[in-house]
């Protein structure tokens, strides 16, 4: 009997246990409440989107153009706001305000089909967004990225350019020389192409240090993005502010949402912010 028992019991459990987990597999994600939470210590918290590659290469960094829709939709149905970085920049000086819901929507690299892909979509959902170009690739037509006369159509219609260096050389392998020249040649490069100032960078491979940090404050930026993990808000480093990256993966567009849903959860036990 007790040998029967404890069979029976087993099965039971293990019953229960695989109903836990298609229950748990299939729960869909709920209805976004509030990513934006009012704290009264570091304000309103502020996301900021990295995406790279908006095509069909089977990499993680490239997301496909419908889920790349999708999200986009996701973001308007929810009653987002897209921000630039300067709207980001005044609100964190605290010379201006932000929409309800603010997003920033980021791309890294300069690759072509940012152009090709996300451009249409952007437009369609009336999204700003920003582009972080590595500025030799751009120069020198390579292929797969971006010319300046796309960037220059994109920044006439909502899209920023900013900076991503020169060369995509991992910031904490330089010489304090070839860092300047990074940091100071791309920034110019940039604006002479463009026509005005350009006041941003995000550090390719999201790699940096203080030192790196200070010596972007140098070059004359206002501000840089990392690939650290979590929400902007008052507390943020300006020289390392906080970005949430998004992927392609076996189900982009639930990633997508629970990535922007869980955020508040990570950082308010202190996880992610240092
Ligand atoms: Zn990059």
Do not use: C
């Amino acid at each position: 009997m007790r040998k029967i028992f404890g069979w029976k019991l087993v099965l039971l459990l293990t019953v229960v246990a695989v109903l836990t987990s298609v229950l748990v597999f299939w729960q869909q994600p709920r209805p976004l409440q509030a990513t934006m939470v009012a704290d009264s210590e570091s304000g309103t918290k502020v996301l900021v989107l990295n995406y790279h590659k908006i095509d069909y290469t089977f990499i993680s960094l490239a997301v496909r153009p419908e889920d790349f829709e999708n999200q986009m939709k996701y973001l308007r149905d929810n009653g987002y706001h897209t921000i630039t970085p300067d709207e980001l920049y005044d609100a964190l000086a605290g010379n201006g305000q932000l929409p309800e819901n603010p997003v920033m929507i980021t791309f890294d690299d300069g690759y072509e089909d940012n152009y090709n892909n996300a451009y249409p979509i952007l437009k369609k959902y009336g999204f700003k967004a920003t582009i972080f170009v590595v500025t030799g690739f751009l120069d020198r037509h390579k292929k797969g990225y971006l010319s300046w006369d796309q960037a220059r159509e994109m920044n006439k219609n909502g899209i920023n350019i900013e900076s991503h260096t020169v060369n995509h050389r991992s910031m904490t392998d330089l010489t304090d020389d070839e860092l300047r020249a990074e940091l100071v040649d791309s920034k110019k490069k940039a604006e002479t192409e463009l026509g005005h100032a350009v006041n941003y960078i995000a550090y390719p491979t999201g790699t940096y240090n203080l030192h790196i940090a200070q010596m972007v404050k140098e070059a004359g930026y206002k501000a840089a993005f990392t690939i650290k993990y979590g929400n902007v808000d008052k507390a943020s480093n300006i020289f390392a502010l906080e970005r949430v990256p998004i992927f392609h993966t076996e189900d982009t567009n639930k990633d997508f949402v629970e990535r922007i849903r869980y955020q508040p959860i990570f950082e308010s036990f202190g996880w992610m912010k240092n």
